[in-house]
T-cell receptor
Framework: GAVVSQHPSRVICKSGTSVKIECRSL??????MFWYRQFPKQSLMLMAT?????????EQGVEKDKFLINHASLTLSTLTVTSAHPEDSSFYIC????????????????FGEGSRLTVL | QKEVEQNSGPLSVPEGAIASLNCTYS??????FFWYRQYSGKSPELIMS????GDKEDGRFTAQLNKASQYVSLLIRDSQPSDSATYLC??????????????FGKGTHLIIQP
């Protein structure tokens, strides 16, 4: 399957600082990437859809000024958690689809390795 | 409200036995169905996809889809301790669901007992 790489895998920061997480599609171009958050023993919660060359689309209840998303190229999307607080501590995961040109989108998603954020 | 329901478990199965994981979904127009395996502290890994009614086999894994009854299941034969993980059921619709079109269940925690 397609490969999605995410970095860093773990980050610990002080309250009030900003943290950037990168998501790369390694062997395909992704016009759309998705960012999720997962709290312990909970399922994946979609935060936002990252669109190459345009503004991200945020899910209801997700603060767009706090979670800045940039999709500068077809292979890279970044999530910046600004002024992080302890309640932002979570597992953040990106994903993307690889759909060959002309093929039907079956909905299959490939996930990055995830980034565990701990805010002290 | 489109929903995907799974029994959270834990589901405990002896090593070598068949593990059966079930998932029901609420929306009849759902078109694609996926099973993801997630180890603790790791991101989900796609293990099976199924798009039409019936069974689909891949190694020790068999996915079963029944659109009339709106359920999809995953069977794991010859269960191994390394199969212990949380299994997420995901349902895809070309329109609806989240922006990614996917609706995830909360997952079933499977424990394979040596």
């Amino acid at each position: 399957g397609a490969v999605v790489s995410q970095h860093p895998s773990r980050v610990i920061c002080k309250s009030g600082t900003s943290v950037k997480i990168e998501c790369r599609s390694l062997d395909f171009q992704a016009t759309t990437m998705f960012w999720y958050r997962q709290f312990p023993k909970q399922s994946l919660m979609l935060m936002a859809t990252s669109n190459e060359g345009s503004k991200a689309t945020y899910e209801q209840g997700v603060e767009k000024d706090k979670f800045l998303i940039n999709h500068a190229s077809l292979t890279l999307s970044t999530l910046t958690v600004t002024s992080a607080h302890p309640e932002d501590s979570s597992f953040y995961i990106c994903s993307a689809r690889s759909t060959p040109a002309g093929a039907l989108n079956t909905g299959e998603l490939f996930f990055g390795e995830g980034s565990r954020l701990t805010v002290l | 409200q489109k929903e995907v329901e799974q029994n959270s478990g834990p589901l405990s199965v002896p090593e070598g036995a068949i593990a059966s994981l079930n998932c029901t979904y609420s929306d009849r127009v759902s078109q694609s169905f996926f099973w993801y395996r997630q180890y603790s502290g790791k991101s989900p890994e796609l293990i099976m996809s199924i798009y039409s009614n019936g069974d689909k086999e891949d190694g020790r894994f068999t996915a079963q889809l029944n659109k009339a009854s709106q359920y999809v299941s995953l069977l794991i034969r010859d269960s191994q301790p390394s199969d212990s993980a949380t299994y997420l059921c995901a349902v895809y619709m070309y329109s609806g669901g989240g922006a990614d079109g996917l609706t995830f269940g909360k997952g079933t925690h499977l424990i394979i007992q040596p």
